[in-house]
């Protein structure tokens, strides 16, 4: 079986990671011929899959493109992406705390064959949340991000930080905007469960952790979900190595007929 072209935009820490992990067959059917990034003359990848543009990153013809980026760099390109019959792969998921980039995008989705991914991320629990969203059984769902603060803010401003410091409490839609690179595992916890509006985020700096830890907390009819994660970082501090992972997982599903939980 012919193996499915990818295409990525972004090659950080993120970027790389599923690049390499492609590349070496971690999972198979999949080969990636296209990259693209605003730094793209500066990494060290075959000059054969090297794109300067966008444009260029389409014209191989991809059937899906993995967005590792920015959240510019998805309300850029998520809309040109689909409409040219390409799936998207999202991970900069605080795009869609912009309420009308989100409904553009959902009808468009609507309208044609494309699809659009949204991989779990650094996070778990999804499948309880959407379950009981769904069911119309969740009244309650919070997420409590505690970060190294280096991870959070400036390096001026970290080295200010001596002692846990709360940077916000908020909802989703609103911390989203203030922590784009941080907070996409709000965003898609958003999504799963109770929206933007209605899901709590508190973002906690503590100089004493050096992994990035989320805890979720939902309520409702269905009952009670906790969890707790620590994720070792990425090369990138603001970014956990699972985010890569989950990339795989959703692409291995997408050709997978034995389905289970997503």
């Known amino acids: 079986m012919t193996d499915e072209k990818i295409g990525i935009i972004g090659f950080g820490a ?62 850029n390109y998520a ?21 009308s980039f989100f409904k553009k995008i959902n009808l468009l989705v609507k ?13 778990s629990g999804l499948d309880a949340i959407s379950s009981a969203s769904i069911s119309n059984e969740l009244t309650d769902v919070t997420l409590i991000q505690r970060k190294p603060p280096k991870a959070l803010v400036s390096l001026l401003e970290s080295k200010k930080i001596k002692k846990e410091k709360v940077l916000s409490k ?23 469960g109770l929206g933007f509006d209605k899901t709590k985020v508190v973002v906690i700096a503590d100089p004493k952790i050096k992994k990035n830890i989320a805890e979720i907390k939902a309520t409702g009819k269905f009952g009670k979900l906790k969890i707790f994660l620590q994720n070792n970082p990425s090369k990138n501090p603001k970014t956990s190595r699972l985010t890569a992972m989950s990339v795989l997982l959703s692409l291995d599903k997408r050709k997978n007929y034995f389905l289970t939980a997503f």
């Open 170 to 192: 908020s909802t989703a839609r609103r911390i989203c905007k203030k922590f784009p690179k941080n907070s996409n595992i709000a965003a898609t916890l958003a999504i799963c």
């Open 14 to 75: 993120i970027g790389q990671e599923i690049y390499k992990k492609i590349s070496r067959k971690i999972i198979s059917g999949y080969i990636v011929i296209g990259v693209f990034s605003e730094d793209i003359e500066d990494q060290k990848i075959p000059k054969k899959i090297k794109c300067n543009s966008v444009e260029e990153l389409l014209k191989k013809k991809p059937k899906v493109i993995i967005e590792a980026a920015s959240v510019e760099a998805c309300r």
């Open 79 to 99: 809309e040109k992406i689909l409409k040219n019959k390409i799936d998207f792969m999202c991970l900069s998921v605080c795009s869609f705390a912009d309420q």
């Open 111 to 123: 309208k044609i064959k494309s699809k659009i991914y949204i991989p779990t991320g650094a996070i």
